[in-house]
């Protein structure tokens, strides 16, 4: 017996429109020791107000760091706090000449107390640091929650119980600001990842050499980039081989981005380099490179010809005063790549991903996988065409076109085998091996030589 059918025209729609997430290249994470909270490793951030409130002290490490990134002019939208477990802070004011007053600030939640020693020119380290402790430890507030010590010029503050929030500020005065853990930021990396991996830049308030070593091969394994700084004057030394630009260098790291500043361990210049690109992104704009931008908010160096010879001969970045405007050179990754290569590679890397995975998501939820036939095959191709490709084409990071003088052909290729080419192996493990993708970046210009004659008169 026929089926009845109630309707003359019946419909059904099988919607292919799923979503699926696109991976960001904008976020940092800042590894830091503090106890500012405890319950989860990462915090999200979208402005410096935002950190204060949480109770993060003005001048803290974090904020120091956010101040740069957001202070940049093409800032991320939100900052990422990456929690190591604190032991204690330490301002050391050793081995620094003193030009004006200091002012230490601590936090506790909302509460804030800002302590200054007044400049004089006799004071040592040692003076200044006890100076502290004792305008700390006659606060009825905070000497209740802080044990403040001085160790040969070095302030230490820890809170009396773990889990009370401090968190500590510099104002004004020259320090080194850090702070102790019983983790190394490679710890602290894996734990932040366990948790969260929507970030695409890594930092870290630690300078030590031996544990920026680590974190960088931690970090450049997961195609991120990790930036970092260093205060070694020996990375103005062509012939040293052991300063760690030499050290990231000889690793040949792709994905470590390094910087000296006499300062770095005051004012974080991570957050300067962050600061200037994070919020370039391939799908808006063109290839844009970290050469010659000004990272605002960040006092430029002032180095020799033969500074900057050894830096650059490290795979270093620095940043002067040039022709009356500060200006960062030149860019470079340890291995002598470019941050911008590494940074277009990485999102080449997402897009075609992403393209590739939702065509295919989609079929299967439309109740259609994709097949090795000659009909489907080709889609990859399009998919692949229509991001990154064409987005790359249409912002100017992708060259096509044919070049005018030497008939080099810049088209964009994608190579996609036919079924008859795919081995009956492949066929049998479902895998379609062979996907070409070429592309010709069209990398920013660095450096122009220019030759000029003068004549009295030319010969007719």
Known sequence: MASFIANPVEVTVSLETGSTTVESFETPLFIVPHNVYSSTRIQSYSSLDALTDAGFAVGSAPYR????AFGGKFPP????IGRAPLTAYTVDFTGLTQTEDQTITLTNGTTTKSFTRTYSANDTPTIIAAAFVTLITADTTFNALVTATNTAGKLIISPKVATTPISVGIQSGLCILSATSTETPTDTYAACKAEDTDFFWVAAQ???PAK????AASVSADKKIFVYATKDANVKLKANTTN???LMKAAAYDWVFGMYHEQADLVFPEGAI???TAGINFDEYGADSLHLKTLSGLTVSNLT???REAIEFHNGNYAITYRGNGCLFNGFMASRQFCDTMKFAAWMDARITESVFALMYRASNAGKSMTFSNNDLPRIKNAIFNSPINVGLRNGSILDGIDPSTGENF???VTVPTRGEVPTNDLANRVLNDVQVEVIYNCPLHYVSVVVSVLLSRAA
């Open 411 to 413: 088209e964009p290729i």
């Open 77 to 80: 939208s939100l900052i990422k």
């Open 274 to 276: 962050i600061g200037a």
């Open 244 to 246: 760690i630009f030499a």
């Open 305 to 307: 010809t033969t500074d």
């Open 212 to 215: 920026q070593q680590t974190l």
């Open 206 to 208: 630690d300078h030590d």
């Open 65 to 68: 760091f956010a101040t740069l």
